[in-house]
């Protein structure tokens, strides 16, 4: 039963991306949307949080703030909006970290 | 006795996800036309604000980053971003949009606006200013 989470605020403003990250399992996955997706940027105190899970981020978003997929940690995975779509359908259920 | 004051606004909101940045400008650019002596300061993830090469076609949203450029010709020249809000978030100044304004006191010569700052370098020019405007 595989969960999809969604981050949408900074992790330096907010503590979601905490929470989300130490209650993800098995084959949960992370998709960072809005301000949520500076967590994957390289080198940021942030990106730690993320270590060993399956994390996307939303890539409208991301150009949006201006941060280059050249910024990113290793192994992300930057979708479009059908990508988002196709991973609410993939997983059971869809969490929502407001 | 001179009517102006050091007006600060201190940034510490990341753009588009909240409409703190938005109003932030609105309000500076107003307060631009009293002319008050303005700095502005970019710390937390207020540093987001100033990140170069922001397109937002995709989110449906204005992109408002290219208003910082405009900030020179209003007599804003003390932009401080904080050294430590940088770096804790994996950024560096190269990461920034290069703000400048132009001196007339020397035949227009283009200098950089932003000032990068620890954070107890800021709390000194904190110390300096009259007024604090929080967005």
């Known amino acids: 039963m595989a969960m999809l989470h969604l981050v949408n605020k900074s992790p330096y403003d907010a503590c979601s991306l905490d929470t989300a990250s130490s209650i993800m399992k098995g084959d949960d996955s992370l998709l960072l949307i809005e301000d949520g997706v500076y967590a994957a940027v390289k080198s940021g105190k942030a990106a730690a949080r993320l270590a060993g899970l399956k994390v996307s981020v939303l890539g409208p978003d991301l150009a949006a703030r201006g941060i280059g997929e050249d910024k990113l940690i290793d192994g992300v995975t930057v979708v479009d909006y059908a990508g988002f779509v196709d991973m609410v359908e993939a997983n059971d259920k869809v969490q929502s970290w407001l | ?135």
Request: charged content about 30%; proline content about 1%; aromatic content about 12%.
């Open chain 2, 1 to 135: 006795m001179s009517d102006t004051k050091k007006f600060m606004y201190i940034n510490r909101k990341a753009p588009y996800g909240t409409i703190y940045a938005w109003e932030a400008l609105e309000v500076i650019l107003i307060g631009a036309a009293f002319e008050q002596d303005v700095s502005l300061a970019f710390i937390d993830d207020g540093v987001y604000q100033l990140t170069k090469g922001q397109d937002t076609g995709g989110i449906g949203m204005k992109n408002f980053s290219p208003t910082y450029s405009a900030l020179g010709d209003y007599e804003i020249t003390k932009i401080y971003v904080e050294k430590e809000s940088l770096e804790e978030r994996g950024l560096t100044l190269d990461d920034l949009q290069h703000l400048v304004w132009e001196d007339e006191d020397e035949d227009w010569a283009e200098k950089d606006s932003i000032r990068l700052v620890s954070r107890s370098e800021l709390a000194d020019v904190l110390a300096t200013q009259d007024v604090l405007f929080n967005f």
